[in-house]
């Protein structure tokens, strides 16, 4: 599927390299968890810096690691555990079962950790640019629901019903960039830096000058145009989902990578949906949420959620702005 590996631009990182009123910057990009991920830090001291944020980045390959469904890492990885399907309880990694527990006390069906069998279908008729026949999603589907997995809590292990098998990519970036903001703000030299997991953004402390963060939002039918600006205080992440990010089309219809688990059909009722939470972990939770719930059902889950907020763009390109946002999104058009 074509692939955009950033969904948010950031309109001014003050990190660039150099010093502003003594402080020292630092800034280092790489590609993990499918993704360019780049950590940039200010502090005191140029050595711990740099050190807070390899550090970051090691906190990225440890949560890559056990959530990558395509690769074996380890022993108690995602992949693994797929590879365990119909075999009974499964023993896995410490961050695999904190996701998979956190999703389990969640209501919502419209986001399912399970869809792996119908992801696999539409992507192996993505490198082809071809439908796959209803035939062929009714097969992948029966494979696929929130009761094709247990959790057996006092044990911390997972089983899979025979068939099935699980994919994090809707929660695991987010989960990631709460793990590397983490890991950065122990390191006492840090006094700001902004993570950016391909549009997973998480900022710790304001600009070296004072002012707020600001994060330009991508318009979905432009996306080399922004929406508009989004001002960030410290501590806040924000996620975006959109069906500019990875899709593939035939006879001029998009069909892109988030899926209605109800139909397996890719999502069409939003072409955007951007989540801001004091947690990344839950801002990429709902922003893929939002993005397949219908537009009044996704109003209405924001206006129930005091975690989040939201700026949801639906396919006739009518954008709505959640009340808390109003005062910190301006609209560029
Ligand atoms: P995101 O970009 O965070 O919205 O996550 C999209 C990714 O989550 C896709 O590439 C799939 O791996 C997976 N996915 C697609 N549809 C769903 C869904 N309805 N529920 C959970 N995961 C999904
Ligand atoms: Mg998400």
Same mark, same amino acid.
């Given at each position: =599927?074509?692939?955009l +590996?950033s969904?948010?631009?950031i309109i001014? %990182?003050l990190? *660039?390299?150099g010093?502003f009123?003594?402080?020292?910057s630092?800034q280092?990009t790489r590609f993990? =968890?499918d993704t360019i991920i780049?950590i940039?830090?200010?502090?005191k001291?140029?050595a711990?810096i740099k050190?807070? *944020?390899?550090?970051?980045f090691?906190?990225?390959k /440890?949560? /890559?690691? /056990?959530?990558? &469904? ?6 108690r ?10 075999? @009974?309880?499964?023993i896995v990694g410490?961050?695999l ?5 956190m999703?389990k ?5 419209a +986001?399912? +950790?399970?869809?792996?069998?119908i992801?696999?279908? $539409?992507?192996?008729?993505?490198e082809?640019k071809t439908?796959?026949?209803l035939?062929e999603?009714?097969t992948?589907l029966?494979?696929?629901g929130?009761?094709k997995?247990?959790?057996d809590t006092?044990?911390?292990?997972v089983t899979?019903?025979?068939g099935?098998?699980?994919d994090? @990519?809707?929660i695991a970036?987010?989960?990631a960039v709460d793990?590397?903001?983490?890991v ?5 030299a840090?006094? %700001?830096a902004l993570?950016?997991?391909? @549009? ?5 402390g304001?600009k070296a000058n004072?002012?707020? $963060? ?5 318009d979905? &039918?432009?996306?080399?145009e922004i929406?508009?600006i +989004? /001002? =960030?205080?410290?501590?806040?992440a924000? !996620? ?7 899709y593939?089309?035939?006879n @001029?219809?998009r ?6 688990? !109800?139909?397996?059909q ?5 072409? %955007?949906? *951007?989540?801001?939470?004091s947690?990344?972990?839950t801002a990429?939770?709902f922003?893929?949420?939002l993005?397949?719930?219908p537009h009044e059902?996704?109003?209405s ?6 975690q989040i907020?939201?700026?949801?763009v639906?396919p006739?390109?009518?954008i709505?702005v959640s009340p ?10």
């Amino acid at each position: =599927m074509k692939k955009l +590996l950033s969904s948010l631009l950031i309109i001014s %990182s003050l990190l *660039t390299t150099g010093c502003f009123f003594k402080q020292q910057s630092y800034q280092d990009t790489r590609f993990l =968890m499918d993704t360019i991920i780049t950590i940039s830090v200010t502090g005191k001291d140029q050595a711990a810096i740099k050190n807070a *944020t390899d550090e970051a980045f090691i906190a990225f390959k /440890e949560v /890559e690691d /056990e959530t990558d &469904r395509y690769k074996s890492h380890k022993p108690r990885d995602l992949y693994a555990l797929n590879q365990h399907n119909g075999q @009974g309880p499964f023993i896995v990694g410490d961050h695999l079962y904190k996701l998979l527990l956190m999703y389990k006390e969640q209501p919502y069906t419209a +986001l399912d +950790l399970s869809l792996g069998p119908i992801i696999d279908v $539409w992507r192996t008729h993505g490198e082809t640019k071809t439908v796959p026949s209803l035939e062929e999603i009714k097969t992948a589907l029966a494979k696929c629901g929130r009761d094709k997995f247990s959790l057996d809590t006092t044990n911390h292990t997972v089983t899979l019903t025979a068939g099935s098998n699980l994919d994090l @990519g809707a929660i695991a970036k987010g989960y990631a960039v709460d793990y590397a903001a983490s890991v950065i703000t122990k390191n006492k030299a840090v006094t %700001s830096a902004l993570i950016n997991a391909g @549009g997973n953004i998480k900022v710790i402390g304001t600009k070296a000058n004072g002012k707020p $963060w600001r994060i330009g939002i991508q318009d979905p &039918r432009n996306p080399q145009e922004i929406l508009g600006i +989004l /001002e =960030m205080k410290n501590g806040q992440a924000i !996620a975006t989902s959109g069906d500019y990010q990875r899709y593939y089309e035939v006879n @001029g219809v998009r069909y892109c990578h988030i899926l209605d688990p !109800a139909t397996g059909q890719p999502a069409r009722n939003a072409i %955007s949906t *951007t989540v801001v939470s004091s947690s990344a972990l839950t801002a990429d939770f709902f922003s893929t949420l939002l993005f397949v719930l219908p537009h009044e059902e996704a109003i209405s889950v924001v206006k129930n959620t005091p975690q989040i907020e939201a700026i949801i763009v639906n396919p006739k390109g009518e954008i709505y702005v959640s009340p808390g946002l109003r005062n910190t999104f301006t609209k560029e058009k």
